[in-house]
């Protein structure tokens, strides 16, 4: 899943025009990263868990430039890849720990909000290179 977010914070983004390209992708990466992180927590909170093999395999992989844009993975996978699809696909399953969607559905919650955080994120990193 892809989630595309449009800044509309003219103080912020005066900020970001006036940097340079690493410059830019480092502060993007890095609220991008941060808020992932959030989502990944709460995903952890609904993880099915049977041997806890499926949530210890939950990541977040740092920032990465593709093609003029700031990119963040997220999911859930490695030894538990295939497990880790049919557990949140499945809607069917009675878990007795977590249940089914634990990934897409924090990220649902989270979208309304996404733009808003991100740019609290990016003021935050504005003052921390200002000081």
């Known amino acids: ?7 509309d914070d ?16 480092n502060a993007v990466g890095e609220a991008l990263f941060g808020e992932a992180w959030e989502i990944m ?19 977040v992989l740092p920032p990465e430039r593709r093609s003029g844009s700031v990119v963040v993975e997220m999911g859930y996978g490695g030894a538990a890849s295939a497990y880790a699809v049919v557990q949140h696909e499945r809607t069917d399953f009675a878990h007795r720990v977590g249940k089914a969607k ?4 924090p990220l649902m919650q989270a979208a309304p909000n996404l733009t808003r955080n991100l740019t609290a994120r ?6 921390d290179q200002a000081r």
Request: hydrophobic share 35%.
């Open 1 to 7: 899943m892809t989630v595309k977010v449009t800044l």
């Open 10 to 25: 003219s103080d912020v983004l005066a900020y970001l025009d006036r940097l340079n390209e690493p410059q830019l992708g």
């Open 41 to 59: 927590g709460k995903s952890h909170r609904e993880v099915p868990v049977r041997d806890g093999i499926l949530k210890n395999s939950g990541t």
């Open 102 to 105: 634990y990934l897409e559905d």
């Open 122 to 127: 990016l003021r935050d990193w504005i003052k």
